[in-house]
Structures are given as structure tokens and as C-alpha cells.
């Protein structure tokens, strides 16, 4: 058999995946997560599937769940050890969790989760950085004989996405010469008042990560800018900061339903999670909250939902942070209690 020189030419990685290669690079990401992925799809990672291909003589099994082999797919997204932390970061697993689908059709997977604009930036740009996450820890057992809890993963990998994402929205507040878009216009001033017939419930929470309890607030007020109800309380902190959102959003349906309320314009200070509501907007992680969210608004005669500025939903803030520090776990107050009375009036003053 005759074969050519060109038969005998090294191939460039990824000469046979080049859409790969292409997007990888195109990622508007942390340029270590780019040369990490690329070498994951190159298959240039220390997995043993591409020692054992170079003839290094190493263990070719798993080292989580030491019962099937170490191949690139089963690393990062197949291994019974690493499925449940793709789960608890609220990644779409069916796909990724299919033996019979080769990884680089994984990766395109994520790609196109990346590009879809009706999810939220977090959701999109975080499973580049959990595949990084799940290397780091694979590694920590193979050398340093450490294992990661899967809570652990998930909210490091969390961090490390919202960091970069705040990193990028401050860089682009600095070239515009001023804040971020959305605070320079956004109308800043004191609490509003809701129309006639209609009442107000603004809502907050305290946000604290693991054990520590976090803590809710929210009040209720007509057009007159009078305190009807008002309440607080505790709960376990969640991974994020809009998951006790979410909560304490939920948490304050359900108590102005209980009172009565069926006219009602809901106020928070988290204009994502407002947007979400309003919009039907999808987010994986968020999801099973907004679907009892969208349950509960069908409930009212009239809702709205909308966003303030913290400066305009301070008396929420502040039962949210007095809550941390209460004795109970939780309390209602039908009438304005005086540690408050200071607020609502301020409030009541310089509504609008």
C-alpha cells in the first residue's frame, strides 16, 4: 500500500472538530478557562484515556468512583459522583449525562446554552466554569487524597462565575465613563406610593451563605403610605443571593393573600428577579421558585411587579436585617410597630 506524505502529517488538535476549536476561542471568558477547554477537547488533559493513549502505564480507572474508566466523558459529565453537581448547579442533565453521546457534542451543547439570550447571564456562563471546578477537585483526590463536598463545588463555581461577571460589567461602566447603565437610569429617590384601591408590598432579604440563617422582610401599605401589615423572619441561607430573593418574594405572596390583599403591586430592590416575573423569562436554576411564583399571581384579582432602588425599599431592608438578629423566628405585626414608626413615616412624607 502506498501512502502519501500528507498521510504521514501530524494533525493540529481539533483539526477534525474545528467549530470547536473556533468557539472555544470566541468565549468571553477567563482566557485559563479557554486553554483549559481547549485542552479538554484536544484530549491534552492528564485524563487516563490519553495517558494510556501516549503508553503511560497509569490506572485506567476512575478516581471518584473507581468502577468505570477514566475517559474524558465520564470525567467531567457522566461519573455517578460528578452527575449530582451538574444537577445542584441547575444545568440541563439529560444530554449531558447520555453515555452514548460523544463529549464534543457536549461541549457544543453548552455552547448553544451559552447563546441563548432567554436565559440568564449566571446560568449561560457557568458551566464553563463547573467543568473547571470538577477538574480541580478531581485533582485534589488524585494528589492531595481531598475530597469536595458537592455544595462546595457548586458554590465555588458560582462565585467564581458572578465574579467574573461583575468584573466585567464594572469594566464596562468605567469605559462609559460613569456608573453601569442601569443605575445611572434609573429614577432614584424615596418609596412611592401605590395608586387608590390598590396596596403595596415591598419585600427584602438579608442574604447569608451555609448555616447561618438569613433573613426576610416585607410591609404592606395603601396609598396613604399607613402601615397595614407588616412582617419578618428567618430562614436557611440559600447558594445565592436571588434564590432568597425568591423566598422571601414567595414567603410575602402568600402572607398578603392570607391577610386579604387582592389588589396588590409587589416592590423589590432585585431588578433581575423582577425582570424574570415579569417577563417569564427562564432560569434553570430559579425555575422551580418562579413556577410557584406565576402560580401564586393567578391567585390575585390585579398584581404587579416591580423594581426600586434599595434607597426606596429601605423599611423591607430593615426588618429583613432586624430579623438576622431576632430572638424568633418569625413575626407579624398588624399595625406599625415602633421600631418602625420612623421609617413609614419618613416614607409616607416624601411618597410619590
Known amino acids: ?55 503511560m502505564n497509569v490506572n485506567p480507572y476512575c478516581s471518584r468512583c473507581c468502577n468505570e474508566l477514566e475517559t474524558n466523558d465520564h470525567t467531567l459529565f457522566s461519573c455517578p ?16 449525562w447520555n453515555r452514548n453521546k460523544p463529549f464534543e457534542d457536549k461541549l457544543r451543547l453548552l455552547f448553544t446554552l451559552h447563546d441563548n439570550n432567554h436565559i440568564d447571564r449566571v446560568s449561560r456562563y457557568l458551566p464553563f466554569w463547573l467543568m473547571w471546578r470538577i477538574w480541580k477537585t478531581r485533582n485534589d483526590l488524585v494528589f492531595n487524597r481531598k475530597v469536595t463536598k ?29 456608573q453601569p447603565v442601569e443605575v445611572r437610569s434609573s429614577r432614584r429617590g ?12 415591598n419585600y427584602d432579604a438579608s442574604h447569608y451563605e451555609g448555616v447561618t440563617p438569613s433573613g426576610l422582610g416585607w410591609i404592606i401599605r395603601d396609598s396613604h403610605g399607613t402601615c397595614l401589615e407588616c412582617g419578618m423572619g428567618k430562614f436557611q441561607g440559600r447558594l445565592t ?21 387582592r389588589h396588590v403591586e409587589f416592590e423589590g430592590d432585585n431588578a433581575s428577579i423582577v425582570k424574570l416575573i415579569n417577563e417569564k423569562g427562564t432560569n434553570l436554576r430559579l425555575q422551580h421558585y418562579l413556577n410557584e411564583i406565576w402560580q401564586w399571581r393567578s391567585k390575585f ?7 426600586r432602588h434599595r434607597e426606596q425599599n429601605g423599611c423591607a431592608d430593615f426588618l429583613a436585617k432586624k430579623a438576622v438578629q431576632s430572638s424568633t423566628n418569625y413575626s407579624l405585626y398588624h399595625c406599625c410597630p415602633s421600631f418602625l414608626n420612623s421609617f413609614v ?6 411618597g410619590y
Open 190 to 201: 424615596s418609596w412611592c406610593k401605590p395608586s387608590r384601591g390598590w396596596v403595596k408590598c
Open 241 to 261: 443571593v436571588e434564590e432568597a430573593e425568591c423566598t422571601t418574594f414567595i414567603w410575602a405572596i402568600q402572607a398578603t393573600w392570607a391577610l386579604g390583599y
Open 150 to 178: 458537592i455544595e462546595d463545588t457548586v458554590s465555588q463555581e458560582l462565585i467564581d462565575t458572578k465574579e467574573w461577571l461583575d468584573c466585567q460589567d464594572s469594566n464596562k461602566g468605567r469605559q462609559t465613563g460613569g
Open 345 to 350: 413615616n419618613m416614607d409616607a412624607s416624601f
Open 81 to 96: 459522583f460528578v452527575q449530582p453537581i451538574w444537577r445542584a448547579a441547575g444545568v440541563p442533565t439529560q444530554d449531558l
Open 1 to 55: 500500500m502506498n501512502l502519501s506524505i500528507a498521510d504521514d502529517e501530524p494533525k493540529a488538535p481539533l483539526a477534525t472538530n474545528p467549530d470547536i476549536a473556533t468557539r472555544i476561542w470566541s468565549l468571553n471568558i477567563v482566557p485559563k478557562l479557554k486553554h483549559f477547554l481547549w485542552r479538554y477537547a484536544s484530549k491534552a488533559i492528564g485524563i487516563a484515556e490519553n495517558l494510556r493513549r501516549r503508553n
Open 301 to 307: 384579582t390585579s398584581m404587579k411587579v416591580t423594581f
